[in-house]
């Protein structure tokens, strides 16, 4: 066992992942509480900060695995590599430069030879982390419209027409772990990203997903590919399961190939 900025020892992988992600919002709410001379200079601190937090501790406690961070330099030695950290310091620096807003997160996933097989989404501001050590299956569904999680600032014209199709709900927040988590906690029904995205954006999320119990998958049904030469991974789908079915047949009509 190895302890972790004397706080309890940490053993397992998704002891880590959950650990590592709680300690890395601390950090930056800490940060959020300095004085800069303006919302990128914030920004900038967070990202900055948190990456050499998590790269630091991920050197101690599991120096032989490789890191892909948004922050970091890309090492391609990591496609050699069986087990990969997959980290995104801070999700949503929009919202995390907004003091008044608290949906931003932190993201660690593992992907070991092929598989993401732990993962934590620290939701700072609001004092939680969701994790696959220790995430409850989502909720039943209430009736009603669907409800499709949706970027605030940036929505693509995709989930509009989506929200058309179905005659959903649009339900707009920040970053894309909160979007995804909001899938996993039952306030909404699915999270559709057709905007682009990289692997740090999706793996962490995606793994607590799956251990709730939810459907994850690229737009068209296939398979989420990680630790890829190209992180480039433009788009995503999670839902409840019970809804994977009508949302893949909706968007294969509204995005035919």
Request: include cysteine.
């Amino acid at each position: 066992m190895v302890a972790v900025s004397g706080r309890p020892p940490v053993s397992s992988d998704q002891d880590v992942a959950r650990s590592l992600a709680t300690a890395a919002g601390e950090l930056l709410l800490g940060v959020r509480t300095r004085a800069f001379t303006d919302a990128t200079a914030r920004k900038s601190a967070g990202d900055a900060e948190s990456h050499r937090f998590l790269v630091a501790r991920l050197a101690e406690l599991r120096p032989d695995d490789a890191v892909l961070s948004e922050e970091g330099a890309d090492d391609p030695r990591r496609l050699a590599a069986s087990r990969v950290w997959i980290v995104d310091p801070l999700d949503g620096t929009r919202e995390f430069s907004e003091l008044d807003r608290a949906d931003w997160a932190v993201h660690v996933a593992l992907w070991d030879s092929g598989e993401l097989t732990a993962g934590a989404v620290a939701l700072p501001a609001e004092g939680t982390a969701l994790s696959t050590v220790d995430v409850a299956v989502t909720p039943a569904r209430s009736d009603g419209p669907m409800r499709l999680a949706v970027s605030r600032s940036r929505p693509p014209s995709l989930v509009a027409d989506l929200a058309r199709a179905l005659k959903a709900d649009l339900v707009p927040m920040g970053s894309a772990g909160v979007k995804a988590m909001s899938v996993v906690r039952g306030g909404t029904d699915a999270y559709v990203h057709g905007g682009g995205q990289y692997e740090w954006d999706s793996a962490a999320p995606v793994a607590v997903a799956r251990a709730a119990g939810l459907h994850t998958s690229r737009l068209d049904g296939s398979p989420l590919r990680y630790n890829q030469p190209d992180p480039y991974l433009p788009d995503l789908l999670i839902c409840r399961p019970e809804l994977a079915d009508r949302l893949l047949t909706a968007l294969r009509a509204i995005s035919p190939r």
